[in-house]
């Protein structure tokens, strides 16, 4: 059986591209979300549990440093993990995340002490982390790709949430504001990993795979938040 060409750099990544017909702004408590028809408990609920994604990003990253044989990855990549842990005179964007919940209304021993995210969350976030571990390190820079689709979210928040929700203080925008930079450069550089090392049909086949893989652990995330916050029905430790 004939064996398919590549596609040209140009058309694998507009595949990449496309997949952002998947992304979870589109996911229905997004678009609540991003419409202003949240209350105050759904968008504390969003801030709480979205802090476990927050602080595992940057072992998700260490996790790529750890099995990359490649110095000058690993120069660029290790910037992605001062961004979130922050370094001397910043401090980084999970601390921004947290002053994020505070401006929500929330305490910062309810946000750190993880005890209001849900499993389903976790259990998603964990999976993410375990694939970072687990797979070739391209493979773990190629999940990261959702970012392609990230900067603009960010824009979004900023301009719609202090129209639909006043009573957030204006203070907590930071993180949104620092990833519109940091995203755009770091997807930058994540795409160039990925478009020089798929260059088979079959390897450029199995990138669209791990990347709709992230796109669905963002989704269920948001699933999880759905049925507890939206539906109203707890999780299984909610019901003893």
Not at 22 to 30: E, G, M, Q, V
Not at 43 to 67: C, E, H, S
Not at 76 to 103: C, F, N, P, S, T
Request: include cysteine.
């Amino acid at each position: 059986m004939a064996v398919a060409p590549p596609w040209s750099k140009e058309e694998f990544e507009q595949k990449l591209r496309e997949r952002g017909a998947a992304y979870h702004i589109h996911h229905p408590y997004h678009v609540m979300m991003n419409e202003g028809r949240l209350n105050r408990e759904q968008v504390q609920g969003w801030v709480a549990n979205r802090f476990y994604y927050q602080i595992n990003i940057p072992r998700k990253d260490a996790a790529i440093l750890a099995q990359c044989p490649d110095r000058e990855v690993r120069r660029h990549w290790i910037k992605r993990i001062v961004d979130h842990d922050g370094k001397e005179g910043d401090q980084g964007g999970i601390e921004a995340w947290i002053k994020l919940g505070e401006a929500c209304g929330l305490e910062r021993d309810e946000i750190v002490s993880l005890r209001r995210v849900l499993p389903g969350v976790r259990f998603a976030v964990d999976a993410y982390v375990n694939f970072a571990r687990t797979a070739p390190w391209q493979e773990a820079v190629c999940a990261s790709l959702t970012e392609l689709f990230a900067t603009n979210i960010h824009r979004v928040r900023l301009e719609n949430w202090p129209r639909h929700y006043p009573w957030i203080d204006p203070r907590g925008y930071d993180y949104f504001r620092r990833r519109i930079t940091e995203a755009s450069q770091d997807v930058e550089y994540g795409l160039e990993v990925t478009l020089a090392h798929f260059t088979t049909r079959e390897l450029q086949e199995r990138a669209l795979e791990i990347l709709q893989l992230k796109l669905d652990i963002l989704w269920s995330m948001l699933d999880a938040m759905y049925v507890a916050y939206v539906d109203k029905i707890p999780p299984s430790r909610g019901m003893r």
